[in-house]
């Protein structure tokens, strides 16, 4: 029993160690899992996405140089705030656009935002 304790207390302390105290370290961190995360959620089916495998799709426009664009959806102010409201719930703001509710988590949102705001 005491062994299964000092065990667990070893990987703990090894996670927290793990971890970036880095900004800058982490915000790579979360934009290396966004382009699997565009794929997870279906965005490459749809739209050419820079730097995403197989993101070929001619349904949705193109999102490269999505942070130079001036709106989203021809009406939304580009802002990450928009961008990621946009990524989540799309019939709010465009009822009957093409882009469907597919369900991305908030934390997936900013994600993938982040990734989009930077990938030129």
């Known amino acids: 029993m005491k ?5 667990a207390m070893v990987a703990l302390a090894a996670i927290g160690c793990s971890r970036s105290n880095h900004p800058q370290q982490n915000e790579a961190a979360l934009q290396a ?4 995360l565009m794929i ?3 965005c490459p ?3 050419v996405i820079p730097n995403v495998p197989g ?5 949705g426009p193109s999102l490269d140089d999505l942070a130079q664009r001036s709106y989203l959806a021809g009406t939304l102010p580009n802002s990450p705030k928009n961008l990621a409201r946009w990524i989540q719930h799309p019939q709010q703001f465009h009822p009957g656009t093409a882009m469907p509710e597919m369900g991305v ?7 993938i935002v982040a990734f989009l705001q930077t990938n030129q």
């Open 105 to 111: 988590t908030s934390a997936d949102a900013a994600r």
């Open 45 to 47: 089916t749809c739209h």
């Open 3 to 7: 062994f299964a304790c000092l065990a």
């Open 33 to 36: 899992s966004a382009p699997d």
């Open 55 to 59: 993101a070929l799709g001619k349904v």
């Open 40 to 42: 997870q959620y279906g």
